[in-house]
């Protein structure tokens, strides 16, 4: 056995030294990756994958699920704040199915089921009416939790008691709900409003306005309607939308507008903008004359009335200072004559035009506005170069700018309107370039693995063809023997002593050795 092992030892040292050393290291550093990446493979592929099966977990519910994995031998990993615990992928389902049929995952939120659980005998009015409050204010988390964005909430409600007298100022019940928003989350103002209904239509008399909700970092969260009147939060996010899209359209404009002129990826626009949303009614009631020529109005009706009267003379007077009203000593005169009066009147009723303007202005009026303008350049020196029609450029903004403030009730002068433009000529690394440099990477990292899948393959195959090579060969020399190598030979039949053979044996293995291994195979052959 040994002398086998020796000789297939032998064969392999001879194969080895025909090797150059460079072809050498190639094999060594092949085998060590081959081994290397068998290695990495068999342990990913060993090794047990956890997923997480549970999240967002009370203490007490996290213990109570950690204790039934630890009756039934389930591996399991338990995050570093305890609220998460994973479990072997191929088991998710199994222990989630588990854990829930066994009601271990509540997290706290008894709800109504807990009238199942404990029977009502010997129990006081008081005690039920605290296991009805905690039941309903669990049943409200639950409720609540249910909600994707939220991954815990606690609710306390406050029941007023009920007096024994009947009162026409029945007591409103209140609540108050904390939210543990999850992270990446947000709630919109439909999902808040969702949950001022849920509470309120599940507790008797509870009124929006009795209802305050905030989340785990104390921020109030205002319904859009309280008693029908709108609140303001829903008012500032349309506000802050109006704004949003009025910057986004300018910026998309001004960009629609260089982008021919000096590429589409070598410009850049930053809008800022500040609004006014005071919204003003204003009520005009005008008065014209039809004849603007005359500043006559419309003849609707006329009225003339023409009076005249005369008389023949008069008789004389009494006697004097002898009437009751006459002065005492008095004569007076006597009048004699004809008399004759006349009266002409005109009415006339004009109409004129009557104009009543209701004026509603704009929903917003842009106050103020700021445009800069970034144009990427070719860099001369290192330094950024100059912007073709830079003049241009920067007067129409200017434009634009003037116009949208048009409205505001301002009068600016130019110099103000200057200061509120900015262009910047900047080089600016534009997408495609980041693109092919990523790329290249890739490109690189498959060359890179295609030339060691090359590496390994080659060297599998020189491997191959060299065995393949070395077994035609010896089968061949079985096959022939000693016709084509010519083997030194010792003269047995002469040598009378077998001392003298083994020293001939010593002499040729020291000083031939490759031509006393083939001796000794061709005597094995012939046995």
Known sequence: MNEKIGQYWGRVKQYWNKYSKKTKITLIAAAVFMILTVGIISYNLSKTEYSTAF????????????????QEKIPYKLSADGKSIGVPTAQVAEVKIAVESKGLNKGGNVGYGIFDQSGSFGTTDNQFEMQKLNAMQGELQQLINSNQAIANSKVLINIPEQGVFLSKNEEKASASVVLEVKQGYTLDQNQIDTIYNLVSHSVKNLPLDNITIADQYGQYMVPSKADGSPQGSTQVANQFQVKKQFESDMQRNIVNLLAP?????KVVVNVVSTMNFDQKKTKEQLVSAPNQDEQKGLEISVQELQKSASSDGATAGGV???GANDVPGYESTSNSGNSKS???QKTVNYEVNRITNDIIRAPYVVKDLNITVAIDTKSVNGNPGKIENAELLENAMKGIVKTALA??????????IDKKVTIIP??????SSTTASN???????????????????????ALRRRKKNLLEEEEEYITTGQQQVEYPTIDIENVTNDNQVRKQLETLAKKKPEEFVNLLRTWLVDE
């Open 261 to 265: 002129m000096y590429g589409q990826n």
């Open 55 to 70: 999240t967002n977990l009370q203490p007490n519910a996290a213990a109570d699920i950690k204790a039934y994995l630890d």
């Open 320 to 322: 004097a200072g002898s």
């Open 407 to 416: 409205d505001s009730g301002v009068e600016y002068e130019q110099a103000d």
């Open 342 to 344: 006349e009266e002409n």
């Open 426 to 431: 900047k080089e600016l690394q534009s997408p």
């Open 439 to 461: 790329l290249n990477n890739y490109l690189l990292y498959g060359g890179i693995g295609l030339a060691a899948l090359a590496l390994i393959a080659g060297t599998v195959f």
